[in-house]
């Protein structure tokens, strides 16, 4: 039975599978991708994405959380100075999982672990999309029926001539 199991326990103990995690974290900040199972893939993003959450805020008491898990400095101030600052807008997702088929020797489902905003194939020059809001309704298309609103331009005096030159 699976009582109160919430997450992946990768088969190991409870020192083990942090360790793993932090390191493995501190790798992909490093790096910005990383290859392993898609199992870890899926552990990892459960625990580096709240630390990339909290990195976004620069404070004592988030970089002394978010060095408690990757118990590395040189990973936390990359994470404060580079990654937080290319992550700011984005309200998360900040990792992505690409599944690179079957590892040759025990046949275990191998992934691309990257960060987001690093890769120049999936994003071009950095170009990012309009920042927009998820609401219930929409906007409302403009049916045949009614006529769309017409602008019509009011004849120009002098007196707007003379204050466009001014």
Known sequence: MRHGKKFNHLSRKTAHRKAMLANMACSLIEHKRINTTVAKAK?????????????KN??????????SNLRSKEAVSELFR???????????????IIRLGNRQGDNADMAL???????????????????????RG?????????????TVEEPKTKDADNKEEA
């Open 43 to 55: 552990a990892l993003r459960q625990y580096v994405e709240p630390l990339i959450t909290k990195s």
């Open 113 to 135: 672990v990257e960060l987001v905003d690093y890769n120049e194939i999936y994003n071009p020059k950095g170009t990012k999309k309009k920042k927009s809001t998820r609401r």
């Open 138 to 150: 929409g906007k409302k298309a403009v049916t045949a029926t009614e006529p769309a609103a017409k």
């Open 82 to 96: 580079d990654v937080a600052v290319k992550v700011g807008d984005r309200p998360g997702g900040y990792i992505r």
């Open 58 to 67: 620069d404070s004592t008491h988030n970089r002394r959380i978010v060095f």
